[in-house]
């Protein structure tokens, strides 16, 4: 069967048919599902791909471009988003017949890497993706949160706020490895689909904001979700923790939030809502769990497209295993002059530095995994010298993705 199934990019009048597939393989109205598809401000039909059989679309896919930030410049990235396949075609190859499409695709249009929200991390590790972040949940009573007295200088969101609030965003995307550059068009997009925002007003500056909403759990526990919070002064970080501390619209609060938050130590108490101890005194303090996948696509210019560490130079001779981008695996010279990289073929008959395949050297590329630490694993082949280089070289806090960058 799977011989006979075509993957190809959609027309333009084929959204119905993308908004069928996503409704019956992520739920929802397929009508809501087609007017999401045809507001969406990141993507359109140009980027989107579908499987046939016999006629019939049986799956979808998605891949659109995104600038992503990694220590400190942005890198082209092939964002992959609604894989599906309609239930009875399903375990038979479609879904990665789909991938190894979008993978080439990738490659052809220039992205140097790819990412996506995974629904099974060992599945999309079969096409090269390994994860490169961590995300903390956490669930926190209000009451045990510091009240700072900054909190009087929040208050609800304007329209008017929203320029002040994409400079905030802009200014920490050199400093926030994993954040997407967003377009004025994906600000509307997210304020429309977000609409409670509190803000810090300091004098009419706004330096500061969070993104929330509250729902109710079906033993009447009131839960106010924080999907983003931005702060660039200390002032504006203590003004929001304390509103969320004071406010008395929820009982518990939840936030997805990247390892080196500050709310930890926000804390009266380190503990989790309903924490559970855990051999003798150890009290729950979050949920870590597995963040965004990426993976190369092209080996080259991932690693010409970011900085290393200033002052530091050096080559090594690098060979990386990639069972569908075979131009990835041709042996380079790679060096490093004052963290700025280059690239260059290497001899074949010289036996590489360094020897890995391409999920692992996403992953020390991304700073989630050290040379070292791979080589223990047995997955990153270099002698300790050169393990000790990379690692000076790479610096960066693994990847950590907000919620309004989800897709």
Known sequence: MLNRVTVRPILADELPKVARLRAVGFGGDERRVLQRLKQQPRYNYSHIIIAEYEGEAIGTATAFPVDMWLSGVPVKVGAVAGVTVLPEFRRKGIAAKMMEFLIVRMFAEGQAMSALFPFSHKYYRQFGYETVGDVHAYRINPQNLTVFPEGHKVRPYQPDDLPMMRVIHKAQLTWRNGWFTRPNE????????????????????????????????????????????????DEAYRGLIGYLAAQNEADVIEYMAPPDTLLRHALRQPYADEAVTRQWVFKDLCHVTPGMMARIINLPAALTARFYTRGLSGERTLKVHDRFIPTNEEPLVFRIVDGRAETRPADNGKRPDIETDIGTFTQVLCGYITPTDARRLGRFHADENTCSWLEKAITDTPLYVPAGDWF
């Open 186 to 233: 994906w600000w509307a997009w997210l304020v429309n689909r977000w609409p409670d925002i509190m803000v810090y007003d300091n004098d009419g500056m706004i330096e500061g904001y969070y993104f929330y909403n509250i729902t109710t759990t079906d033993r009447g526990e009131r839960v106010l979700h924080l999907l983003e919070f931005m702060a660039t002064e």
